[in-house]
């Protein structure tokens, strides 16, 4: 089988959608598939299965920056890469986001009658989607092409079923337990000595840091030998909380740098082995708790937002501790609650890693080669009828 993996994102930044293509079309490599990547791109990419689709350009919505392409050119482009690959199924990843998904949801049908596509919807925002609200009539054309939903969580299905009705098959983004779960590695030394609490992610409001940092000086007030470390890419925002940490004096909120020039995926597992609780106080905008998953297979317990995405993947007292979005004095209790509590913590951590076993990307790659090969029979079956004249050709 040839698969075309298709990602809006510049390959060159991480996040959640890249990442989670980067394992599948591994995984798909190694069960004898050919599969190439379809993304645009601000720099060289040393990986000949990506195939480098425009240059992105930054685009803020919803509280974030995105990296897309915003080329209308792009159609030829698409066109040529379709013609020349000849993908039995594409899969298209946010194929509501321009605008190189669109490209291919116009072209692949034309130019290849029987080729199977699948659009995955990873979003889930709190409130509207004005993209969607302003641009659905049109959208809803390029939505038709679209033979197998899948949504990453229930909250994302829910969110994009109130402007694309439809049925969407859960399948989550896949964790790689073995990456994460990696007893071997030895905590930071530098790290030693002190109760750690982790927090991995952008400084964006909606990410919670300023909320974390607040309630943490609570934390620390309370128990003295204690230590935040803050992990993430370089921001304007993010700047301004170093800046404003170090006007106060304090050295026990750490930030290190993330990202290409700091701390890579590669990296991270030995700042989760050095932390005793992980926290993502996001408040909203997430459908699903991909960090609070990674931390869950490293075995750090986690509070986290009681937020649908996050309270997808956690239970709140077995497996995790949710608190009230927004709420610092929520956060700083249970946060000093664990703290004080080398036992819950362990309890939790336990709980946490076996729950993170139905996340594996061995049960989600098989989900989605079943559901590729459910897709295709159904193609083959309407190939024939159209061969036999029985329906209208598309």
């Not at 992990?231 to 006007?247: H, I, K, L, N, T």
């Not at 594996?360 to 159209?386: F, I, M």
Request: aromatic share 8%.
């Amino acid at each position: 089988m040839k698969v075309g993996l298709v990602s809006p994102y510049d390959w060159q930044h991480p996040g959640g959608v890249n990442t989670h293509l980067k394992v599948l079309a591994r995984e798909l490599r190694d069960r004898g598939h050919e599969v190439r990547v379809l993304a645009p791109s601000s720099g060289a990419v040393k990986d000949e299965g990506v195939i480098v689709m425009g240059r992105p350009y930054p685009v803020a919505t919803a509280g974030t920056v995105v990296r897309i392409s915003l080329n209308p050119r792009l159609g030829r482009r698409v066109r040529e890469v379709l013609e020349q690959e000849q993908f039995d199924v594409i899969h298209v990843h946010e194929p509501m986001m321009p605008v190189l998904p669109m490209h291919v949801l116009r072209h692949a049908r034309k130019i290849l009658p029987d080729v199977v596509i699948v659009g995955t919807f990873h979003a889930r925002r709190d409130g509207g989607n004005r993209l969607y609200s302003y641009s659905r009539r049109l959208l809803k054309r390029w939505f038709r092409h679209i033979d197998g939903k899948i949504a990453v969580s229930p909250p994302a299905a829910q969110y994009v079923s109130r402007y694309f009705p439809g049925y969407y098959n859960i399948i989550p983004n896949g964790i790689d337990i073995e990456h994460w779960d990696r007893p071997e590695l030895a905590p930071l030394p530098e790290f030693e000595g002190t109760t750690n609490i982790l927090y991995v992610g952008r400084a964006e409001k909606r990410k919670g840091l300023g909320i974390l940092i607040r309630a943490f000086g609570m934390v620390n007030a309370r128990n003295p030998d204690t230590r935040l470390i803050v992990v993430g890419p370089d921001s304007r925002s993010r700047r301004r909380f170093e800046q404003s940490v170090r006007s106060t004096g304090r050295r026990n909120i750490v930030f290190v740098r993330g990202g290409a020039d700091g701390v890579t995926y590669e990296d991270l597992p030995r700042y989760h082995r050095s932390a005793d609780i992980f926290c993502s106080p996001a408040t909203g905008h997430e459908s699903q708790g991909y960090v609070l998953l990674e931390a869950m297979a490293a075995g750090v317990p986690v509070v986290a937002s009681n937020i649908d995405g996050y309270a997808s993947v956690i239970t709140h007292g077995a497996d995790g501790v949710l608190v009230r979005p927004k709420d610092v004095n929520d956060l700083a209790d249970a946060l000093t609650a664990l703290v004080r509590d080398p036992k819950r913590r362990r309890e939790l951590a336990v709980e946490g890693r076996l729950r993170v076993e139905e996340y594996g990307w061995p049960r989600v790659t098989q989900q989605v080669l079943s559901y590729y090969e459910r897709l295709l029979d159904t193609r083959r079956g309407v190939k024939r009828a159209r061969e036999r004249g029985l329906v209208a050709a598309e």
